[in-house]
Structure formats: structure tokens, C-alpha cells
């Protein structure tokens, strides 16, 4: 028999345990039902805002309020059993995540999730939309192109203007800042070279509009820069042409080129509405390859680490359907790969320290794509959407954007979110007063600098931010928008046909082949190994063939070694709908003795998938006219 004593000794434990679990729920409650409201959530420096505590009506009542304004300001307790309260706060420069605890009549507290407050250091206000996106000179100066036909220069620290550049006609290619610090841009129909006090180096004139950003050779002694006549131009330091490149591309070059190596020189990149991407040689002028696409092409194309050139189609214009791509193009112009993205890429790419490849699209969507071509994650800003800003990569995996909806948004990297939520995905955002299309650049203090066409620049340091360790981290590559990359190491095995991953190939397909960088030497590949094999059910079935070492012109200026799998039946068709596998040996090193180790220590090995086999065709639907919707550049 039990106790009368002991009994109601486990009584009462029983109680308080019962008691401490209902206060452990209570308190996970209250962080689902505890929010704080803040209004504004985004503005300029000093910026008074108005922190609402709001507690689910469904709860028990409250006891009192204390905010942690997030600032390092003392918190502020009031009791109340209201159930919401209103704190007021002025905040300076910076990103705040103010914290309401609330205290419930049962004794039980918990904290709200963190509120989300962007305050920028200042906005600089010009007489005209800002489209383009700001430089950062040598000594930190920003300078920006406006609607009003002026460059301006504005002290970073204070946000007020240290001179302005009139071009006398609207300004839409952004400004690019050479080692010397001469600011290069284009109005109307002139390059335009100013002095870093302001004054007017020289113009030239290339005789139609320039939208185009120019890019700047690593001396300074060149810059590249394309026309509305559908030309590219290399433009001496001194003023004077050194080549142009054609006459006419077919169309309008708008978008911006970009510097790259291609392991034999250096090559200019840039796409063309006439629907192609072109590499020239940056010294003389002469095509190097062309790549065509289905669409035209207003992006500013990204160089990889490896030398790959990013770059999307887009189109102006009505569609009923949508059909566009994003490419990862081989310096030898062969297609490593394409992603389809349906409505299409006005927006430039970034790219981040760990081969992640960020794009806008016209549909609003932040697009996270792997270095392999597959998704990685995306986001979708609000309507009215579409993103024509190019992001920009912060060291702390948050890319930052704008949108058509006039807000500037931090989004961060799902590696540092606890889920796919989109708000969670969502570091904080900034309201401007119109479209944003202007993209954002880092400088080295960790500021945010970007335009809006309410005619204003922005300028957003939200903290412990510098730009990321990345081979194209924002637009035009870095802060001074010279778009020419740098610590390229071009790979041994640049390309293969069929590439990798292809897929639907022609089952008529003969010679299958793997093409080596311009620097590796015939003997450095084993051309014994070289082997195709079928996929099969129970595994991998051998190709009859041969392989054989050949040498291919190499965009132009020498040659280059390819491996050759010659099918022993050229007149026998590949399977349908069958996955095939290549594999060869090589050396990253000249090799000079055999007579040791095996000297083929690197292998590249590759897949592709044939098509499928054809089925009668019933003549049902025509689709209509790809585009992207995008209104015209000039409106």
C-alpha cells in the first residue's frame, strides 16, 4: 500500500511536470503566433520606424512586451495585456533584426522571429531615370549615367556630388573605370572618355547609339565597346580607332563585351541581336568563331575560371510561347551546354566562389543554375515582374537583385537557409520609388550601390559584406565594370562531340571526338585508350572503332590536337534512345619517357544520349513567334 504522503508527493510532481511541458508548448506557440511588424521596413538614413509586437488573438493573454531593437540600443519592457504594442525606433545606416519577447500570463516567454529593417547611408537624387549601373573608381568614387544626359561623381562616404559630366543626351551604357582612372562611357553616338576631375578626355564618335558598357583591356590601353550600326570597336587609350569588327554584325550590338582567353590569346566576347555570340581577337580584330541562337542577345556575356562564356537570349516583342536559352559556350565555341529557361534573359550573369551561375529572367525568377546546366534553386520576385538587373554575388552567399517592381532584393543562398521556403530564401528588401533595371555593384567596403528610375542612386551597406571571391562575382565582372577576367586556366580537354550531356543526337552520327587544349601535345594523349561503349540492361557493350590523333585549325590561330573514334560500321546507325560512353587517357604534362609508371594519369570520360526513334507526325499545332515581352530598350 502506498504511502497517503508519498502519494501526494507524486501528485504534485505529476503537476509541475504536466505544468513545465504546457509552458515548454505554450512557449513554441508563441513563437508561431509572436510576430513584429515593422513600417517602414526599408528606407534612407536617419529612418524612424514604427515596430507593431502582434500576439495571435487565439492565445492566452500577455503580460508585458520587451524589444531588442537589434541595434545595440538598450531594449525597451512594457507590460501590457493588450494583445499588440507599438515601439518606435530610429534607426541609422545599416540591417537590423529586431526581436519582440513576449511574456504570457502563464509564465511562459518567447521570443518573435527576427523582423527584417534595411536602411540605406543614402540616395543621391539626379533629374532622370537611372538605368545603368555605377562604377567605382580607384579611390572609391561612384560614378553614374543618367536619363538627364550627365555622368555624375559622388563622394561615397556623404553621398553628395563632387562634379557632373553633361554628354548632352541620355545616358544607357554604364560607366567603366580603366587602371588610370579615366572613366569611359557611351551617349548618343560617342565614346566618351572623362578625365577623374571631370573634365573631357576625348570623344569618338562611331556614328549610331550606344547602349553598350565598354570593356577595358587589363593595361588600359584598349576599350571595346559595340554600337547600334551592329559594330564592335577597339578604341585606343588615345582616342584613335584600331579596329571594328564588322562593318555589320546583322543588327544591333547591345550588349557589353567581355575580355576572356581562349589559352592561345585574348579574345573579345559579345553578343548581337542579329542572334549570335561573337569571339574576336582583342589585338586584331579577326573572328575567331561565331555561335548562333535562336533569339537575340542583350546580356553582357561571363567568363568561368576555365575560360566559359555564359550568356542568354532573349526578344522584344508579342509571344504566345516561350523558348529561350542560357548557354555555358567552350572557348573553342562549341556548346557545353544550354538550359532552357522559356521567357527569356535580358539580365547578365554572376557567378559565385562555389560555380553557382545567377541570371534574371523576364518572368521575375532569380535563377541559380549548377556549372553542369541544372537548377540549383530560383526565386520569384512580385509582379509586375521581370528582371532586367544583373545580380551581384556577396562574400556572404546573399546575391542581390532588382526587379520590376521597383523593390532591390537580398536573397539568400538555400546552403545558409533552413528550408525552400521563399521567404526564407529572402534576406530583406528595398522599396524605390519605380522599375529597377540597374545593376548593383559591391565596392571593397561592403556597400551596395544601384539606381532606380524614381531618379535616384542608392547606396546600402547592410554589414559584413564584401564582394564574392568568384571569377564574375556582378556585372561586367567587377566594381570598375572593366569586364575583363583574369586567372584563366584553360582545361586540357576543352570540348567533346557529342558534347557532354547531349542529348537527342543524330543516330547517324559517325566520328566521335575529344578536342585538347592548343597547349597539349600529341604525347601527351593515349590514343589506345580511347573507347566508346553502348549502354545495355546489364551494363556497357564495347563499339567496334578505331581512334586516330588529328589536328583541327583552333579559332583561327593554330592548331590543336583531336582524338578521333572512328566507327568500324560508319553505315550503321547508333541506337535509338541509348545512352553511349567515351573514355580517354592523357597527360597534363609534356611526356618524354615511357619506360616508367604509366605516364596517363588523367582521364575524361563523357556521356551522350541518342535521339529517339521518330514517330509519325500529326500536323497539330504551330506555335507562334518566341519573345520575352521585354518593352524597347529606349523606353
Partial sequence: MVHPYRRMFFYLIFI????????????????????????????????????????????????????DFGDGSDSELVESTAYSHTFTHTYQSGFYKPVCTVRKSIGATAPSDPGRIIVARWQFETAGDIDTSPAIGVD??????????NLYAIDPETGTEIWRFLAGSEILSSPT???????????????????????LNWPFNVGDYIFSTPAVSADGRTIYIGSSNGSLYAIGATGTMKWQFPFQTGDKITSSPAIGHDGVESVVYVGSQDHHVYAIAADNGALKWQFETKAEVYGSPAIGADGSVYVGECETGSATTYDFDFFRINVDGSKRWGFN???????????????????????????????????????????????NSSPAVGANEVIYVGSRDGNFYAFQSPAITDGDN??????????TGDIIRSSPVIDADGTIYFGSRDNNLYAINPGNLTPADSPWPMFHKNAAHTGAADSIEIPAVISSIPERNNIDVDVQTAPIKVNFSPVVEASQVDIDSFILEKKTGSGREAVDGFAVLDF?????????????????????????????????WYSEEAVTDQSGADPYDQTYSWSFTTESAPVKEDGSGDGGDPACFISAISD
Wanted: proline share 6%; with cysteine; charged share 15%.
Fill in 16 to 67: 509541475q511536470l504536466a505544468l513545465l511541458i504546457f509552458a515548454v508548448s505554450s512557449s513554441l506557440a508563441l513563437n508561431r503566433n509572436v510576430q513584429v511588424i515593422s513600417t517602414p521596413a526599408s528606407g534612407v538614413g536617419p529612418l524612424e520606424v514604427e515596430l507593431r509586437c502582434v500576439v495571435a488573438g487565439n492565445t492566452d493573454s500577455p503580460v508585458s512586451y520587451n524589444m
Fill in 140 to 149: 572609391g568614387t561612384v560614378y553614374v549615367g543618367s536619363d538627364d544626359g
Fill in 177 to 199: 573605370v580603366a587602371p588610370d582612372g579615366t572613366i569611359y562611357f557611351g551617349s548618343q553616338n560617342s565614346l566618351y572618355a572623362v578625365k577623374p576631375n571631370g573634365t
Fill in 341 to 387: 529557361g522559356g521567357s527569356g534573359f535580358y539580365s547578365s550573369p554572376a557567378i559565385g566562389p562555389d560555380g553557382i551561375i545567377y541570371v534574371g529572367l523576364w518572368d521575375g525568377y532569380l535563377l541559380a543554375l549548377n556549372s553542369g546546366g541544372t537548377i540549383s534553386w530560383s526565386v520569384q520576385t512580385s509582379p509586375p515582374r521581370d528582371i
Fill in 422 to 431: 521563399e521567404n526564407e530564401k529572402q534576406d530583406w528588401v528595398f522599396q
Fill in 552 to 584: 583541327e585549325r583552333y579559332n583561327n590561330s593554330g592548331y590543336h590536337v583531336v582524338a578521333v573514334f572512328n566507327r568500324l560500321n560508319k553505315s550503321e546507325p547508333l541506337a535509338y534512345n541509348t545512352t553511349y560512353n567515351g573514355t580517354i
